[in-house]
């Protein structure tokens, strides 16, 4: 089996249960097995603030953007304020949603294949946490898969 991860694009505000949406969009859609499309929940913490200060810092980001985007939002524009890094992160760089876990075999070739297409027409990215790339043809997936003995 490989484990990917679903994405969102940079630029959408979600909202904070979106990724147990869109696995059961997924799974409804596809007609997948619960197991293979997992969503996950977006749960702020100070990391979020850390990682916000630190593109900051960086010049990745900036606080003016930052304000700008709590401001239309109605969020406390403080980069120490958990909640609302969050948010601006996800917007900023987009979030993990779900894992989808690609089983072995010829059903692992088709589930990658049909889920690649389906999260592209969706406009999420799949991608491959490990190696940190976006997954951009099914290929890359099915070379991955162990091979059946």
Known sequence: MIELELWSAPGQDLPAGFGKVVSELARLALGLSPNVVLGLSRVPDETDSDNLQAAIREGELSEYEFERFCEARSLEADVRCSHSA???????????????????????????HRVLHWARGEGHCLIEPHQLFCVLDAAQVVRRLPVAS
């Open 86 to 112: 969050c948010r601006f992160l996800a917007y900023a760089f987009g979030e993990p949603l779900a894992w989808v876990h690609i089983p072995d075999g010829e059903e692992g070739a088709d589930a990658a």
